[in-house]
């Protein structure tokens, strides 16, 4: 009944900057939390950022002050990347959420930062 259609992802060297963006459709209820999780190759899959409906965001702590998530509505929403590091490749997943229940999560789009 939910889907998660995923963009933006691609080949940047480090230092560039990427915008992924997320759009659910179906029946999407208004209290909930978007956002993404990534997973390196080696590596557990680990939570980037995500929103709210409130607006109040989280940020794993490698990415504080070089990634910004927002959200123009219930149903979209946007990561900007900048200050790109080798150490962010991965496959990002972004996620929806409702209140009290299990995640849905995206297709999954490749993040790749190398020289």
């Known amino acids: 009944q939910v889907q998660l259609v995923e963009s933006g992802g691609g080949l940047v060297q480090p230092g560039g900057s990427l915008r992924l963006s997320c759009a659910a459709s179906g029946i999407i209820f208004s209290i909930n939390t978007m956002g993404w999780y990534r997973q390196a190759p080696g590596n557990s899959r680990e939570l980037v950022a995500d929103?709210?409906?409130?607006?109040?965001t989280n940020y794993a702590d490698p990415v504080k002050g070089r990634f910004t998530i927002s959200r123009d509505n219930a149903k979209t929403v946007y990561l900007q990347m900048n200050s790109l590091k080798p150490e962010d490749t991965a496959v990002y997943y972004c996620?929806?959420?409702?209140?009290?229940?299990?995640?849905?999560w995206g297709q999954g789009t490749q993040v790749t930062v190398s020289p």
């Open positions: 996620y929806y959420r409702p209140t009290g229940s299990s995640p849905y």
């Open positions: 929103i709210d409906n409130n607006g109040f």
